[in-house]
């Protein structure tokens, strides 16, 4: 694979274009509205990242391991519905990335409307938790004798979003210089 070393399509002496620059929420609330105020602003970042981006930029690799816009929403999307439907909640079957179409086959849109539902679906299994302790009905990691409670899957998740939104950005930048949310 071959790493994508073009510049980005911005002219010389100029400031990369901005993104929408919206702030962390700032909420004064119980701690599972805190947390999933975050992870949906987290949540919100990627989804802006490929804003705007052709289905051939967010295939594009922006990094010698592959890992493209595309990648990265279709990746979340994953591991949403592994942690909160499978493992959390104990619905259905472990979702993995090769059931998901082959990301030549897949368009921007699509991957985020799959994305945006996953969420709605993860947040559904979050609102419906009678507390953040009460531990899971399994989970991801073999040597575990009990699934996570809710609180380490948000947590897990803030962590995980906000890793990759990271990943976003740089990719983003690379893409056509636009830098902020």
């Not at 279709?74 to 979702?95: C, D, I, K, M």
């Amino acid at each position: 694979m071959t790493q994508n070393t073009a510049a980005p399509n911005t002219a010389p002496n100029t400031a990369p274009s901005k993104l929408s620059d919206v702030r962390p929420p700032s909420v004064n609330a119980d701690e599972r509205t805190t947390l999933l105020a975050f992870l949906d602003y987290l949540r919100e970042a990627v989804i802006g990242k490929v804003a705007g981006v052709s289905d051939e930029d967010a295939r594009r690799p922006g990094v010698a391991s592959g890992t493209s816009l595309l990648w990265l929403v279709r990746h979340l999307t994953v591991v949403e519905r592994n942690w909160f439907e499978w493992a959390y909640a104990g619905l259905g079957e472990a979702p993995s990335e090769s059931d998901d179409l082959p990301l030549e086959s897949l368009g921007t849109a699509e991957a985020v409307d799959a994305y945006r539902d996953a969420i709605a679906r993860s947040n559904a299994v979050a609102a419906a938790a009678p507390d953040l302790d009460r531990p899971g009905v399994r989970s991801l990691r073999p040597d575990a004798t009990e699934g996570p409670s809710l609180r380490w899957v948000l947590v897990h998740m803030i962590e995980e979003t906000g890793r990759h939104a990271g990943h976003a950005d740089i990719i983003r930048e690379q893409l056509d210089g636009a830098v902020g949310r």
